[in-house]
């Protein structure tokens, strides 16, 4: 209870000086400043930022953040898109721009169920490939892209999604196919292709206890057999009710135990409705477009920027009070107009959540989140 009363007095006192910081309008310090005795700060930039359509993406990011995710540039759709031909001018000017501004750069992902084409998984005549063949193709894919990147991508998502949420291997084409041990052979044919890069396991609501579990016992496998795997990424697509704070922590503290690098990798806050109560990041699922589910058409209310700011210095505090665990805390997009929320799960939403709004400008969850290493 004491510790509950203490909780809602540090909240109160973050969003007071929240307050005090905005109506100062002084130049906001840089993310990757206040938190260089933590962990990394990192974000998403798409193609258009990337490319130069969005003009004050680059100098904004090399100024806030130290570590860069390509958004979709690196997954198998987008670089691989047919058989034998690889598209890589976006990801090549995202680790041109990271070598730039001495980046940790972050590839983002060798293996998923979702962005892969169909054809990965069949032959010239559209029958399904056998366990060989399709193992020879992941093997080339990772030796391509991770190996046109050696030494300069610092880390991969090799594995993203495996696991439902009810804690059971993800039926996948991969599982269906290769079999039990595909995880092994993805981190293995990473390592090979850079020996050096730090290789993860990247998954979305591994807070909660049954996905949780599972998770902690694949990567203790994982590890038993010998896998080399560096750490474990919690996406963070999050609520303003969900996770539980308290599995949050439990989560970061568990996975911190096996050794393993944590990391959250994909971080927003949806401040709208949630259609039929979901949570996570499955990017299959789509909603119509309804007036209540998008309540804030034109500006974020100031009740809710102060609920939102609350929501992220409780998080943030839990990540500074881990910080000999957490690596990086990489949020999904630069600004609310970029995020991926404003389209999924309902498309032509309005969506506020993360730090800066789409003028570039620090909301108060900003403030909220650097008064955290004062506490």
């Not at 009710?241 to 568990?254: A, M, V």
């Not at 500006?299 to 939102?308: E, G, I, K, N, T």
């Amino acid at each position: 209870m004491k510790r509950n009363i203490f909780s809602r007095i540090a909240t109160g006192i973050i969003l007071a000086v929240t307050v005090l910081y905005t109506a100062c309008q002084k130049p906001e310090p840089a993310l990757k400043e206040v938190f260089s005795d933590h962990f990394m700060i990192g974000t998403a930039m798409n193609a258009s930022q990337m490319m130069g359509d969005d003009a004050p993406a680059k100098d904004f990011v090399a100024k806030h953040f130290n570590s860069l995710t390509a958004e979709n540039a690196m997954k198998w759709e987008r670089i691989h898109p047919l058989p034998g031909k690889y598209e890589f001018r976006i990801a090549d000017s995202t680790v041109a721009f990271t070598d730039r501004n001495g980046m940790f750069t972050v590839g983002h992902t060798l293996v998923w169920h979702q962005q892969t084409p169909k054809w990965v998984f069949e032959d010239s005549l559209g029958n399904a490939l056998t366990r060989d063949a399709l193992l020879a193709r992941l093997k080339d894919h990772i030796f391509t892209v991770a190996g046109r990147y050696k030494g300069r991508v610092k880390g991969w998502d090799v594995v993203n999604e495996a696991l439902d949420d009810d804690g059971s291997m993800r039926k996948t084409k991969w599982l269906e196919i290769i079999g039990d041990d595909y995880m092994h052979k993805a981190f293995e044919y990473a390592k090979e292709a850079d020996p050096e890069a730090e290789l993860y396991y990247n998954d979305y609501n591994i807070e909660t206890p049954a996905k949780r579990d599972s998770a902690v016992k694949l990567l203790r496998q994982l590890l038993a057999d010998g896998v080399k795997i560096d750490g474990v990424g919690i996406q963070g697509h999050y609520h303003m009710d969900f996770p539980d704070l308290k599995d949050l922590d439990e989560s970061i503290r568990q996975f911190g135990e096996l050794g393993l690098k944590v990391m959250i990798t994909e971080l927003d806050i949806n401040v709208l409705p949630r259609p039929e109560n979901i949570s996570g990041a499955d990017i299959s699922q789509n909603f119509e477009l309804q007036k209540q589910l998008n309540p804030y058409p034109e500006s974020l209310p100031d009740s809710a920027q102060r609920q939102l700011a609350g929501r992220y210095a409780d998080m943030f505090s839990i990540f500074v009070r881990h910080s000999d665990k957490v690596s990086r805390v990489t949020f999904w997009g630069v600004h609310d107009g970029q995020s991926w929320l404003n389209n999924w799960p309902v498309r032509g939403r309005t969506n506020y959540p993360l730090l800066f709004d789409r003028d570039y400008q620090a909301k108060p969850a900003f403030y909220s989140v650097i008064e955290t290493v004062k506490q």
